[in-house]
């Protein structure tokens, strides 16, 4: 079956103690919603969930995007998790604030997509994370992803899960996931016309920022 699909997901509770009865999972979400629809397809593929770990997030990028079933067509990566800054030292003496998500282990900079730069020529990548959207520009050009997506603010969980939710809806109802082949203005034209539509309110609400690879 064609995995096209991979979601890297943190814990969604603020407090450490409430971690363990806090249910909420985006991924649970996205992949009930999908498979539901898998019927009114000829060619089925499957999701994968995974925990979002800074130790391991690289690995199991590096080893969904060389699948065999994603050595052709393009291959979405959802990054899950709350949005946050961190100080990132170059040497003893110099170092700077970074954006960066809240992994289950410790925060991931979104410097650390810049060394997957050879691997996502044919991923869109989501950053389901406040704030990240900010960085769109910077974070294709220094990834060369075929497209990053993010929220340029802070977000209710409720209302960035809705956006992603219908997102990937489109994409299953444009065959995104079953191309054989990179067609970089299918995403592009989804999310434009998403944006002159019913879904107008929401992304300028949410502030959703896109940047693809020309």
Request: with cysteine; aromatic share 12%; hydrophobic share 40%.
């Amino acid at each position: 079956m064609n995995q096209k699909l991979l979601i890297l997901e943190s814990h969604w509770s603020v407090r450490k103690k409430e971690r363990i009865t806090d249910g909420r999972s985006t991924g649970i979400i996205y992949k009930t919603a999908l498979q539901s629809l898998m019927s009114t397809t000829k060619q089925p593929y499957s999701i994968l969930t995974r925990p979002l770990l800074a130790s391991t997030f690289a690995d199991d990028i590096e080893q969904f995007v060389n699948l065999p079933s994603n050595r052709k067509g393009m291959n979405v990566i959802i990054i899950s998790g709350h949005g946050d800054i961190m100080f990132e030292s170059y040497d003893e003496d110099f170092g700077e604030m970074k954006k960066c998500v809240q992994a289950y282990d410790e925060k991931v900079s979104t410097t650390c997509f810049e060394e997957l730069y050879a691997d996502l020529t044919r991923s869109i990548v989501i950053f389901d994370a406040c704030d990240i959207g900010t960085e769109v520009n910077r974070l294709q050009f220094y990834s060369n992803a075929l497209m990053v997506i993010g929220f340029a603010k802070a977000v209710a969980w409720c209302d960035s899960t809705l956006f992603v939710l219908s997102l990937l809806m489109e994409f299953h109802f444009r065959k995104v996931f079953q191309s054989k082949r990179i067609n970089r203005y299918t995403p592009l034209f989804i999310l434009n016309t998403m944006r002159a539509g019913r879904y107008k309110s929401l992304i300028k609400s949410l502030k959703v920022r896109w940047k693809f690879n020309k």
